[in-house]
């Protein structure tokens, strides 16, 4: 019971915390149109490129690090014809002559003409 006032207490200072963002004037503007202006500034496109050229490298060494530089992973169910083959018969017509995968030909781009 405690933990569901707790979370309605925090929803509802939450909530005002927003409303007053929004629509409350502190002078000419209000709280959220001050933070845009602040934000639009030189001095903070700065320091937001700054963080991003910290940022972005650890990112990616993590990433890279969970992920791998490298995925490979099938683009076909094991037993299925992988994309881009077709099944026809061996080039002897034997009868009892396996079947053997091809690669299907090159479809033309859609913008070339045959």
Do not use: C
């Not at 149109?33 to 490298?57: C, K, M, S, W, Y």
């Not at 299925?80 to 080039?91: I, N």
Request: glycine share 8%; aromatic share 6%.
């Amino acid at each position: 019971m405690f933990r569901l006032v707790r979370t309605a207490m925090s929803l509802v200072f939450i909530a005002l915390v927003l409303w007053f963002a929004f629509t409350v004037k502190l002078g000419t503007k209000t709280l959220a149109q001050h933070i845009d202006a602040i934000g639009a500034t030189r001095e903070a496109q700065d320091l937001f490129d700054g963080a991003r050229e910290t940022v972005n490298p650890a990112l990616e060494e993590a990433r890279d690090r969970i992920v791998g530089e490298h995925v490979e992973a099938p683009t076909y169910i094991e037993g299925e014809r992988p994309p881009g083959t077709a099944e026809v018969d061996a080039t002897s017509g034997s009868p009892g002559q396996p079947r053997v995968r091809r690669p299907a030909p090159p479809r033309p781009s859609p913008g070339s003409r045959p």
